[in-house]
């Protein structure tokens, strides 16, 4: 059985990753095993100089697994950027996936909106948008949830997708 997704985007500083963090906890108290890919568009670097795994990857190994007895951890290195599709092939032993970003896939969506912060949102209803978080009531022809709603919007995604 493929692995539910759902994608939050949204312009930048929008509330992404606050909405993201105040659905996890929702969704846990559920029942439910929740994975996140986040993506970031600048690269980034969790490997610090000087660490084994640092020291690793230096040395030349492609993949560096660390693992404990509370975390594991992969780092890869790749030609090219991969797709939502190629990083989430990846995940297993959970019941959705939340990705932040990626809002030129086509996955299910749901839009942060602020008005506050931009003129207008990023999607429109063709864009496989699912529900707008916001501080405004738009027809987008989705659901509109204030943006502190996280019971409701949890409760949108058990009924789509895990129910």
């Known amino acids: 059985m493929k692995i539910p ?14 909405l993201i963090c105040g659905l996890l906890p929702e969704l846990k108290r559920r029942g439910y095993r929740v994975a996140t890919v986040k993506h970031d568009v600048h690269g980034f670097e969790i490997d610090k100089p000087g660490k084994d795994t640092w020291k690793h ?8 697994i660390i693992s404990s007895p509370a975390k594991i951890a992969l780092l890869e290195k790749v030609d090219e950027e991969l ?6 092939a990846r995940i297993s032993n959970v019941d959705i996936i939340i990705s932040e970003g990626y ?12 008005s ?17 978080a916001s501080d405004l ?3 987008l022809g989705v659901p509109v949830f204030p943006l502190d709603d996280y019971a409701g919007l949890a409760e949108l995604i058990e009924r789509r997708f895990l129910l």
């Open 5 to 18: 997704i759902v994608s939050v985007v949204g312009k930048s500083d929008s509330g992404k990753t606050t």
């Open 57 to 64: 990857s230096q040395a030349g190994a492609d993949i560096v």
């Open 83 to 88: 797709t939502l599709d190629e990083v989430i």
């Open 103 to 114: 809002k030129r896939n086509n996955k299910p969506k749901i839009e942060v909106f602020r």
């Open 116 to 132: 506050t912060v931009h003129d207008a949102p990023l999607c429109t209803g063709e864009d496989n948008l699912i529900a707008l």
């Open 137 to 139: 009531k738009l027809d």
